[in-house]
């Protein structure tokens, strides 16, 4: 049976993995190659090649997350990956040098999709909002289980301030904060998020979701908030949902 394969774009390594959509899990195991430097479209669809070269040959779709803001397949950011992104329609190009059907999705926006399907937010109703706490703040928006996709709620600005170049997890290492400091900063992100938005349910991800416990219980905001299950799965799984839908 063709399963969708899933690639996970990253500023330090690009993996991917066959994904099984009835387990919401991996087909086979991830493989991870780094990522190119100048990490420019065609030196990377290069290395999708590569990747996908190292599984039996499939016709099934692939997708792929892109740390920017995608439209139409079309990259139109590229915060932390090469300028030459913006306007590369990612979708043909990958599409060629694969010689499959190529889908691309944002990578928080892949994420929240794996985690509303399969994960912490599975069989939640209302508005779930997804944000990944790693170099910026990513964020996935998913209502009813449809994606409002793009919503960048990372680039908030809030008293002065960008979000993620204050509440990140980066920047709780940068600024040396103790868990309840973070804390602080992050209950007046989400103050805010639940103020904008009113969502029903507030899923973690990101690295550092791994120790929640330290953080979450001290993040004081009426909203459920709960850590992503996923976790570095969410991106390959839900790339691989995307290009299955499309």
């Given at each position: 049976?063709?399963?969708?394969?899933?690639?996970?774009?990253?500023?330090?390594?690009?993996?991917?993995?066959?994904?099984?959509?009835?387990?919401?899990?991996?087909a086979?195991?991830r493989?991870?190659?780094?990522?190119?430097?100048?990490?420019?479209?065609?030196a990377?669809?290069?290395?999708?090649?590569?990747?996908?070269?190292?599984?039996?040959?499939?016709?099934?779709?692939?997708?792929?997350?892109?740390?920017?803001?995608?439209?139409?397949?079309?990259?139109?950011?590229?915060?932390?990956?090469?300028?030459?992104?913006?306007?590369?329609?990612?979708?043909?190009?990958?599409?060629?040098?694969?010689?499959?059907?190529?889908?691309?999705v944002?990578?928080?926006?892949?994420?929240?999709?794996?985690?509303?399907?399969?994960?912490?937010?599975?069989?939640?109703?209302?508005?779930?909002?997804?944000?990944?706490?790693?170099?910026?703040?990513?964020?996935?928006?998913?209502?009813?289980?449809?994606?409002?996709?793009?919503?960048?709620l990372?680039?908030?600005?809030?008293?002065?301030r960008?979000?993620?170049?204050?509440?990140?997890?980066?920047?709780?290492?940068?600024?040396?904060?103790?868990?309840?400091?973070?804390a602080?900063?992050?209950?007046?992100?989400?103050?805010?998020?639940?103020?904008?938005?009113?969502p029903?349910?507030?899923?973690?991800?990101?690295?550092?979701?791994?120790?929640?416990?330290?953080?979450?219980?001290?993040?004081?905001?009426?909203?459920?908030?709960?850590?992503?299950?996923?976790?570095?799965?969410?991106?390959?799984?839900?790339?691989?949902?995307v290009?299955?839908?499309?």
């Amino acid at each position: 049976m063709d399963l969708p394969f899933g690639i996970d774009f990253g500023g330090t390594g690009i993996k991917g993995a066959p994904v099984d959509l009835a387990l919401g899990d991996f087909a086979g195991d991830r493989q991870k190659i780094k990522t190119p430097k100048p990490a420019t479209p065609k030196a990377v669809a290069k290395v999708f090649r590569e990747l996908v070269g190292r599984f039996p040959a499939s016709s099934a779709p692939v997708g792929v997350t892109v740390p920017g803001i995608v439209h139409g397949g079309v990259v139109w950011s590229a915060a932390n990956i090469d300028a030459a992104w913006v306007g590369t329609d990612a979708d043909s190009l990958f599409t060629a040098a694969l010689q499959r059907d190529v889908h691309v999705v944002n990578d928080a926006d892949a994420a929240g999709l794996a985690e509303v399907e399969y994960g912490a937010a599975k069989g939640r109703n209302g508005l779930v909002i997804v944000t990944t706490l790693g170099t910026g703040i990513g964020s996935a928006m998913v209502h009813d289980g449809v994606l409002v996709p793009n919503s960048e709620l990372g680039h908030l600005e809030i008293g002065g301030r960008v979000a993620e170049k204050w509440a990140s997890n980066v920047f709780r290492e940068q600024d040396g904060l103790s868990w309840k400091e973070w804390a602080k900063r992050l209950t007046t992100y989400y103050r805010t998020l639940e103020r904008l938005f009113s969502p029903d349910l507030i899923v973690v991800g990101g690295g550092v979701s791994k120790e929640s416990d330290q953080f979450l219980p001290l993040i004081a905001i009426e909203t459920e908030i709960v850590p992503a299950a996923l976790q570095n799965r969410a991106g390959i799984v839900g790339a691989a949902l995307v290009a299955s839908r499309a």
